[in-house]
């Protein structure tokens, strides 16, 4: 991409809590910067507690990279003509996406809005691109555009578990069965091993007959091929608290780090436990055995991926990823709506040479 003197248009993910997602974009806005982009224009989504907000916070935190960094509050409008003559050579952070209904509707005349503000597009923010809104799946049609650096970084380690090594060990816990459901059928029919925990864990058990107490559960239909699958593993045992199940116990996770240690390449997405309600004994103790495995490790999930920053135990995963839910569509499709529109050949071949 030849950037010099042009405004570019960088689509990120700064999601609260976003500082894991900032300090892994801010080499490629250095990056075009040191290469000549008249500007480097910031556009992103961020919700806090299921509310959109302002980004105040997230310039405040900008400033520590970016001394200069200019913030245009409010729903965005079109650029104002003369606005990169006064700020040259600078990053410019526009306000949350959010705040205009036309980002999740989709619409023409919101993408257009968004496309004044730039000369060229890049889409880096993979953690959004399972979205199909106008800021992912629009703007590459208005605009000369490429994928980023770190969108990339994801398809790249992502890819790996099309053809995976074996023995392959996935982990899959958390809730909200229905958004993981396909990742375990596709799964099943290419891993050794697929344990199932958290509170997913406790829908199974459940299903399976287990007394699980006063525990709650999703309402949700489990098929029986994938309930009583011979490569499901349910946790063995459970931290309880007043009769209900908040975390792994130690046989659980002393079954999963003996498996770790003879596979080769391990998927791991979704806490063991409550984390938020301080259990964080199961989700801990799997990170450090993981640490002692040689295999190709892969963790993602917003809530894992906090959990494990906040132990500083970054250094026992070899890819942390930023996505979420794009992470878990990315993984049973093979693609999402950002790559798509982007166009992405290099892209698609990575990952279809791989499936």
Not at 258 to 275: E, F, H, M, Q
Request: glycine share 8%; with cysteine.
């Amino acid at each position: 991409m030849r950037v010099r003197g042009k405004n570019i248009l960088l689509r990120v993910d700064f999601n609260w809590p976003y500082e894991y997602r900032v300090a892994k974009t801010i080499p490629a806005v250095r990056a075009l910067l040191k290469n000549g982009a008249a500007s480097v224009i910031l556009i992103t989504h961020c919700e806090k507690d299921d509310k959109i907000i302002h980004l105040d916070s997230l310039h405040k935190y900008l400033r520590k990279f970016f001394k200069d960094i200019v913030f245009v509050k409010g729903p965005i409008k079109k650029m104002p003509e003369a606005f990169f003559d006064w700020y040259k050579n600078r990053v410019v952070l526009l306000d949350n996406l959010r705040f205009s209904p036309g980002e999740q509707d989709n619409t023409l005349v919101f993408a257009k809005i968004l496309a004044s503000w730039g000369d060229y597009y890049v889409n880096d923010a993979f953690a959004a691109s399972h979205r199909e809104h106008a800021s992912i799946v629009l703007l590459p049609k208005l605009l000369p555009h490429e994928v980023g650096p770190l969108f990339k970084k994801e398809v790249e380690n992502l890819s790996k578990f099309f053809k995976p090594r074996h023995p392959f060990l996935v982990v899959i816990a958390g809730n909200k069965f229905a958004t993981k459901e396909p990742l375990i059928s596709k799964f099943i029919k290419t891993a050794d091993a697929v344990f199932v925990g958290g509170a997913i864990g406790n829908a199974f058990l459940k299903k399976r007959g287990v007394d699980i107490g006063r525990s709650r559960v999703e309402n949700t239909k489990i098929p029986k091929n994938i309930l009583w699958h011979r490569k499901i593993l349910l946790p063995e045992d459970w931290v309880t608290k007043n009769g209900v199940i908040y975390d792994a116990g130690p046989n659980t996770v002393k079954e999963l780090v003996n498996l770790a240690k003879n596979s080769k390449l391990i998927l791991w997405n979704g806490t063991l436990g409550l984390c938020e309600k301080g259990f964080t004994y199961g989700t801990q103790a799997l990170a450090l055995g993981l640490g002692r495995s040689k295999a190709y490790k892969v963790v993602g999930g917003g809530d894992t991926v906090a959990v494990i920053r906040k132990m500083k135990l970054e250094k026992n995963f070899d890819f942390i990823s930023t996505g979420g839910g794009a992470m878990l569509e990315f993984l049973a499709n093979g693609t999402l709506p950002g790559i798509a529109a982007l166009g992405e050949p290099r892209l698609r071949r990575e990952a279809l040479k791989k499936k």
